[in-house]
């Protein structure tokens, strides 16, 4: 089982991903912690070709579960994978998820990828995950549309969840 976890910024999708893993017994492969390096430099901006060669490194051979939107490797993930889950949730979830997320990582201070911080000066940078959650929600919605509707992805088993109660139970329905 090849399965993408795909959605809006904040939607939990390395969160489901990373217990979808677990629960199925696949490879977890986290696009955020390819992507981004030191100085929250972007490979998939910076090096399309190296982000796209690290990514088809991770995901070779069977059983793996990623996440992530990146348009850079999109095709080549979606033609390997079996399964598409998309957290379709609405704006209001999404954007208390990603203030909370945000909020959070300025407090703690954690590390995420490569070192890299939250900063809550960076909170009204149009490219912020807060703003960009508001501002891509409703295109990104429309895209996913288009996208599962088009006959190149009908490949897919698409599992398109509308509330985060639905998340729970994926797990279940994918390994039945």
Do not use: C
Request: positive net charge; aromatic residues 10%; glycine residues 8%.
């Amino acid at each position: 089982m090849r399965i993408v976890v795909v959605g809006t910024s904040g939607s939990g999708k390395s969160t489901l991903a990373r217990g979808l893993g677990k629960a199925l017994g696949l490879r977890f492969v986290e696009l955020d912690a390819i992507n981004w390096q030191p100085g929250w430099r972007a490979l998939d901006q910076e090096d399309k070709t190296e982000f796209r060669r690290r990514v088809a490194e991770a995901t070779a051979g069977d059983g793996w579960v990623s996440d992530g939107n990146y348009g850079t490797v999109r095709d080549d993930l979606w033609a390997r994978a079996t399964h598409l889950v998309w957290l379709d949730y609405e704006r209001g979830v999404i954007m208390r998820r990603v203030i909370t997320r945000s909020v959070i990582r300025a407090i703690d201070g954690k590390a995420l990828w490569s070192g890299n911080r939250e900063d809550w000066r960076t909170w009204l940078d149009a490219d912020h995950p807060m703003r960009w959650a508001w501002s891509t929600w409703k295109l990104r919605r429309e895209r996913y549309e288009a996208l599962v509707a088009d006959p190149t992805n009908s490949h897919l088993t698409v599992l398109r969840l509308r509330h985060p109660r639905e998340a729970s139970r994926v797990a279940g329905r994918l390994a039945a």
